[in-house]
């Protein structure tokens, strides 16, 4: 042994490799450890107490448990890109190099000058920031940032994780959760039977509670199993995985955690997150060991006793060189013989029973200390423990017995079953008298809980029920546990004024419980909101039965009807990173390119997201600013001409002998009698008679049309059409391709619109009367089919021209070498959401589902006499009724003035507040053409109110704009220009 | 997560597929209905516990409505067939 593991034993260590010693940083320091330890593990070896701070009172916190149940040992793992905060330091395995910090301290656990937030603990009872800083309620804010500062866990990471992430699928015929006795055993036998069988375990090594301990039986038949498991082939083992999450029809969610050795290879994923589809859950995740209530019991040292006898066999360490060992079971006898065989001085055992029988006996005879009938009532040491309280509760009166020096207190209140996985797949839990636990009262699904996880704490009925479940017979009747002979660890005199803990990680006691109680609360959830019992990152594993039984006991209640709080995934906790697997940056999101937009990007489009396209809000060559660039944008198509990139809009192609009765009932307006070769401009609702999306439609064969539908409603519309199709109208003979990817397409707007056109299609008719507006063209371009439609969006003349997919990139390099010529510029969607507020055309922000054709100025679409979507509506009465807000133009005194984000609209800005709002704006631009600011709003009543003056107001930015409301149409009422 | 039985894809899961609400609604003549049942029809939506018919629609696969039994208590799902068939 080195001198800086003073905790390390010659006995067990049955994971680690003593031939090799490394070292790892603990908060700056060195410390060694072997290969196979956990953080914890060589923490402890290396002597190590104080590990963490509490919470909300920063008290001194030392390793708890061995394994996922760890309340205290929260550490930092890795710097900057490879910060990972609340690691459970009794999991993670140490890797040589690696550097960890404690938490939640400053400047480090072993000082921590918040420390002395403990000193006025009674100061802080459950709730006691919700009672205190709520009041002026205007300053909870800025309260809450210093709460947080001197509450919290580890510090979030502020660089971009470095890690690998990977997602996994598997399917299975057996899901195991738990590579313990019951697990094993139900790995065997499936796999024997020659199913499929993914096993999962959360450790590094297969065994679980037998690594615990030593038994020669046991050991063999564990050795034995390993090795006919790994003869099968169908047997797939996964150690340093957790089965987090069970869903809907058994689908099961797996973290597994990548252990190297030997250093990380290039590429390889730290965390893998799995999603595995299986026939059959069993569930054999085993017990949680629950702790013992008494004063101080959260001090350094104090250790549940299961977990201090698997540091010795699994790492050879040794928690306690002269520890105490308390609890109201046999095995604490067999602990304490561990502790002796591993050179410990055992102070003491302390049982609660009265008369424990043989075992005690026979411990006594061989010359260590028994008490029988007592308790530990409080632990001494503030950095450790340095002795323990023992009282004999016995007799009538209980009184002190002895102040018993000792390095450690380990206790144990016996096992109860983890509920979580069965708890998730909405199985039902039953009190068991004997156990003092909820156990399984059903198997959700089929999915079967057995050994420790059933509440069998025994080996040979673990072993028998993982036969039993692995070959899908039914399990043997849970046995009738011993009689009760265990001492509700919750339910112990109260003999000393220190605070017993509950919850470790979020600093909740007994008292907070009480406290909540005799403040009417009476329901479990609200209780651990309250006080935030069980809310921390082992999920009141350890907490939550003591809790429920302490709120049970404070209200008078049966525990049974006090109920559990709802276990949610995940069992553990997952790393986000893991979560999101290779779904980030590009990959998380998805850009959607049109044929184009490799042009756009060479010629300096400063780009936005639309739907999942990406499309050129504006051309910095336009200009240095968004707002500078969009107005010259505007200028250009109004006085000379631009072009535009309209891919992204959606493309429906609609075909079928009844294909115009069809499109009636989807448009308000009708589109069975438009001639061959002419479109129409549609209004598509819900049912509820809100505009739903808007476009325009051409009849391009005799029995087909080809519609157009907005950049962000382009799947939605599809999924309303087939809705419309397949449930609405089915005897319809209809058939619908959504061809948004098949086509490029361009729009070319502005008086020298037509010139550019005739270019590109030299000696075609394209005057007004062999393509009038609302018409088409149907030729041939690179030998690909080309269709000129002529729409308008600006206002101005404008084609709308239409090519494959696979020829737009030519068809926009050849129309933009023309349009130099011309003055022809390339413009943006800023510009093109200008151009179109100048005329009053809607978009989404006025189309904002609620608003009808009739509010924005589009009444006269609907046609009323016959059936569409969401035309019945429209004659319901609140349509009509006034009040309802309708689509106004505004404009400014300040004629350049900028409006603020989310205006409203008032009809003073003066006097009493709040004032009432009328409306809100819902775009607004700089009118390059009219030289001043204008803006679209939805505001009650509008139309009667045109001409009035009205205030643009943001009472959040404290910002004002006097202005009047005028007709939306700001120019070319008449539609001139767009005839021209 | 569920997994959809589609009857023409096969059992796929939940993320595939669209919900589209209680497949037992059924649209009133609009030229025949009081308002009272046309409101009804858009608004009002039992909340059964147990036995339901819904709608999906196999979004990512065949685009085909589907209108699945599904107990809204155990989530286990009973038959699975295409709103088309029996209405065509």
């Not at chain 1, 699928?169 to 697990?183: E, R, S």
Request: overall charge neutral; aromatic content about 8%; hydrophobic content about 40%.
């Amino acid at each position: 042994m080195t001198t800086s593991q003073p905790n390390r034993t010659t006995l067990g260590g049955r994971l680690i490799d003593r031939t090799q010693i490394k070292n790892f940083q603990f908060d700056g320091r060195s410390i060694p450890f072997h290969p196979g330890d956990s953080i914890a593990s060589a923490l402890l070896a290396s002597g190590r107490s104080v590990v963490g701070r509490s919470f909300k009172l920063h008290r001194p916190r030392g390793v708890y448990a061995l394994g996922a149940d760890e309340p205290n040992a929260l550490v930092t793992t890795g710097s900057g890109p490879t910060l990972t905060p609340n690691q459970r330091a009794t999991i993670i395995p140490v890797e040589a190099g690696m550097r960890v910090a404690g938490q939640n301290a400053w400047p480090n656990v072993q000082v921590d000058l918040f420390g002395l937030l403990d000193r006025v603990r009674p100061l802080l009872p459950a709730g006691f920031y919700y009672k205190t800083f709520m009041w002026p309620p205007s300053q909870w804010l800025r309260y809450e940032r210093q709460i947080r500062k001197m509450a919290g866990l580890g510090p979030p990471p502020t660089e971009a994780d470095s890690a690998k992430y990977a997602h996994r699928n598997a399917h299975a015929d057996v899901l195991i959760a738990g590579g313990g006795p019951a697990g094993l055993s139900a790995a065997l036998a499936a796999g024997e039977a020659g199913q499929d069988v993914i096993l999962a375990a959360s450790g590094q090594a297969l065994g679980g509670g037998l690594l615990n301990q030593y038994h020669q039986a046991q050991d063999a038949w564990l050795a034995e199993t390993i090795t006919k498991l790994k003869a099968l082939p169908n047997v797939r083992i996964m150690t340093m995985t957790t089965v987090v999450g069970a869903y809907e029809h058994n689908l099961f969610t797996l973290s597994e955690r990548v252990v190297m050795r030997d250093g990380r290879m290039e590429g390889q994923p730290e965390e893998r997150f799995w999603q595995v589809r299986s026939q059959r859950l069993i569930i054999a995740t085993g017990g949680i060991e629950r702790p013992l209530l008494f004063g101080d019991n959260d001090r350094p040292g104090v250790m549940l006793a299961g977990a201090a006898s698997g540091y010795i066999w699994r790492f050879g360490v040794l928690a306690g060189r002269s520890p105490i060992i308390a609890g109201a079971d046999d095995r604490i006898y067999k602990i304490a013989r561990d502790f002796i065989d591993a050179g410990a001085n055992v102070r003491a055992v302390i049982d609660l029973r009265d008369d424990p029988g043989a075992m005690a006996d026979l411990l006594a005879a061989d010359g260590v200390r028994v008490e029988r009938g007592a308790m530990i009532v409080r632990a001494h040491g503030r950095h450790k423990v340095r002795a323990a309280e023992v009282w004999r509760i016995s007799e009538a009166k209980p009184r002190l017995l002895e102040l018993i020096s000792a390095d450690a207190i380990l206790t144990t209140g016996g096992f109860g079953p983890a509920l979580q996985l069965h708890a998730q797949a909405r199985g039902k839990l039953s009190w068991d008298s004997g156990l003092r636990a909820f156990v399984p009262a059903d198997n959700p699904d089929g999915n079967v809980s057995i050994g420790g996880a059933r509440g069998s704490f025994n080996f040979e009925l673990a072993i028998s029920e993982g036969a039993n479940a692995g070959r899908d017979e039914p399990l043997p009747t849970l046995c009738s546990q011993q009689a009760p002979s265990v001492h509700a660890p919750w339910d112990l005199p109260r003999l000393s004024k220190r605070p017993r803990f509950v919850d470790f990680q979020n600093d909740v006691a007994d008292k907070d419980i009480e406290l909540a109680a005799r403040e009417g609360y009476r329901s479990i959830e609200h209780v651990k909101r309250y006080t935030t019992l069980g809310m921390g990152t082992d999920q009141g594993r350890a907490a939550g039965p003591m809790g429920l039984a302490l709120l049970a006991a404070a209200i008078g209640q049966e525990i049974t009807k006090t109920g559990v709080t709802t276990f949610r995934p995940p069992t553990t906790p997952v790393t986000f990173g893991a979560v999101a697997g290779a779904t980030k940056g590009e990959l998380g999101h998805a850009i959607r390119r049109t044929a184009a937009d490799g042009w756009h990007a060479a010629q300096g489009a400063s780009f936005i997201d639309a739907g999942l396209w990406r499309r050129p809000r504006f051309y910095k060559a336009n200009g240095a600013t968004v707002g500078e660039a969009y107005r010259a944008e505007a200028k250009a198509v109004r006085e000379k001409g631009g072009m535009i990139d309209v891919s992204t809009l959606g493309k429906i192609d609609v075909q079928g002998p009844d294909a115009g009765i069809f499109l009636d009932k989807l448009y308000t307006n009708r589109i069975s009698n438009l001639r061959l070769g002419r479109g129409r401009y549609g209004l598509m609702l819900r049912e509820d008679g809100r505009i739903f999306d808007d476009g325009v439609v051409f009849r391009t064969g005799e029995d087909r049309f080809h519609l157009s539908c907005t950049t962000g409603g382009a799947s939605a519309v599809y999924q309303h059409i087939e809705y419309a199709l397949q449930v609405l109208w089915p005897s319809l003979e209809v058939y619908v391709t959504p061809v948004t990817e098949e086509w490029f397409a361009v729009a070319v707007s502005g008086p020298r619109a037509r010139d550019l056109l005739t270019a590109l299609l030299p000696g075609l008719d394209v005057t007004n009367s062999a393509l009038p507006l609302m018409g088409m063209l149907e030729t041939t371009l690179f030998d690909q089919r080309l269709l000129v439609m002529r729409i308008s969006y600006s206002g101005e003349l404008s084609y709308e021209i239409n090519i494959s997919a696979d020829w737009g990139a030519a068809l926009w390099r050849r129309l933009s070498e023309l349009a130099s010529d011309l003055e022809i510029i390339a413009y943006g969607t800023e510009a093109m959401g200008a151009l179109r507020i100048e005329k009053g055309h809607i978009t989404h922000a006025e189309a904002d589902g609620r608003t009808t054709p009739d509010d924005v100025g589009l009444g006269s679409l609907v046609d009323k006499k016959k059936d569409a979507i969401g035309v019945r509506s429209l004659s319901l009465p609140v349509f009509s009724e006034a009040g309802r807000k309708q689509l106004v133009g505004l404009v400014v005194d300040d004629g350049a003035a900028t409006l603020p984000i989310g205006a409203q609209i008032t009809v003073d800005d003066q006097g009493a507040t709040p004032r009432p709002s009328l409306g809100h704006v819902t775009s607004w631009a700089y009118s390059s053409e009219l030289q001043r600011t204008i803006a679209l709003a939805l505001i009650k009543d509008g139309k009667r109110l045109i001409g009035e003056r009205i205030f643009i107001v943001s009472p959040v930015m404290g910002e004002s704009v006097a202005g009047k409301v005028v007709d939306p149409v700001f120019i070319d009422k008449e539609g001139s220009r767009l005839r021209a | 997560m569920l997994l959809i039985p589609c009857p023409h894809c096969g059992p796929r899961p939940e993320t595939e597929f669209v919900y589209g609400g209680d497949a037992r609604v059924k649209r009133p003549d609009p030229e025949n209905s009081t308002d009272e049942q046309w409101t009804s029809y858009i608004y009002a939506r039992d909340n059964p516990k147990g036995q339901h018919q819904e709608l999906w629609l196999h979004n990512a696969g065949c685009h085909l409505w589907l209108i699945v039994e599904r107990d809204t208590v155990s989530h286990a799902i009973g038959s699975v067939r295409a709103v088309r068939e029996g209405q065509q």
